[in-house]
């Protein structure tokens, strides 16, 4: 929208003088003089009466006045918004995340990332997978961590693999197994962490012909490590929820090892936004790093071992 001719009103307004009006905009006093007659023809009425005492506002200028300057307010706040979307280190990126990723993964790549874009703000919303993969598809978040194979429907960059690790009382019985066969866990009260329809350890059971005792099922991470700690169950959990966790309880791995691999969805790499867009090609550059260095080890793995 031209808002040139409002803003030439507005300034004459503002000096009370066609000569000043015309100093401050860097125009000829006969080109502010064309741009205020051409905006009274073309709304045919006089909106300034010019005489030897200087400039007035007529009754229709008074009126239109407060309506003229909200739409130049408005359109400078258009101008800066999309000059800030344009901009590599401003903007606003929408991330979903599930709550290990969002807690021990995040942080350490946004701290990087943020040292080198100060401008740019985020937005995180936690959930499930398939919460996830559902805001990702109505375009209520730019990017989204995921488990892989995401849907089809999305670009995936891998960042790294997480182990599914068995989660014990520091007193049970299996703890005394460097590694635990998965039909050990069949008879074991069974602590299930839900994680939405799509449950990669209810597969992972299933795959070995394992049906699990369940006792006890919740989303929450720290409910169920909590109950491990006070021996009302195992469980079976991915390492990355443990990491830098306060509960007292013994970890070992599985005896046929099994893991979760975790990968940045998008759904339309065309339509993000600069700032998103440069947020995703710093985790396809550095993100397997940030994944490591959480982890303490280059290859993105940590052994499994008591707390």
């Not at 996830?132 to 598809?137: H, Q, V, Y």
Request: glycine share 6%.
């Amino acid at each position: 929208m031209d808002t040139t001719k409002y803003e030439v009103f507005l300034k004459i307004v503002e000096q009370g003088s066609l000569t000043r009006a015309a100093e401050e905009l860097g125009y000829t006093q006969a080109g502010v003089s064309h741009s205020l007659n051409a905006l009274e023809r073309e709304w045919r009425m006089v909106l300034l009466r010019r005489d030897r005492s200087g400039i007035r506002l007529t009754s229709e200028g008074q009126r239109l006045l407060p309506l003229i300057t909200a739409v130049c307010l408005a359109n400078r706040a258009l101008d800066r918004e999309i000059a800030d979307m344009h901009d590599l280190n401003a903007g606003l990126i929408r991330i979903g995340g599930f709550t290990s990723i969002a807690s021990q993964w995040l942080p350490d790549i946004l701290e990087t990332f943020r040292s080198r874009c100060g401008k740019i703000a985020f937005d995180l919303v936690r959930g499930n997978y398939r919460e996830i993969a559902d805001w990702l598809m109505d375009g209520d978040i730019d990017v989204g961590f995921l488990r892989m194979p995401a849907p089809s429907e999305f670009d995936q960059i891998f960042l790294g693999q997480d182990r599914l690790v068995v989660v014990l009382p520091e007193n049970h019985p299996l703890a005394a197994c460097d590694r635990i066969p998965p039909d050990r866990l069949a008879d074991e009260p069974f602590l299930l962490l839900e994680e939405g329809p799509d449950n990669e350890i209810l597969a992972l059971l299933r795959e070995h012909l394992v049906t699990p005792n369940i006792t006890f099922r919740t989303s929450d991470d720290h409910t169920l490590m909590s109950m491990v700690e006070r021996g009302l169950g195992i469980a079976v959990m991915p390492e990355l929820v443990l990491l830098r966790m306060p509960y007292r309880f013994a970890v070992r791995e599985l005896e046929i090892p099994a893991y979760r691999k975790i990968c940045l969805a998008i759904k339309d790499q065309a339509a993000l936004t600069p700032a998103a867009r440069r947020f995703v090609d710093f985790v396809q550059g550095e993100g397997r790093s940030a994944w490591a260095r959480v982890y303490g080890q280059p290859d993105g793995g940590t052994a499994a071992k008591s707390r």
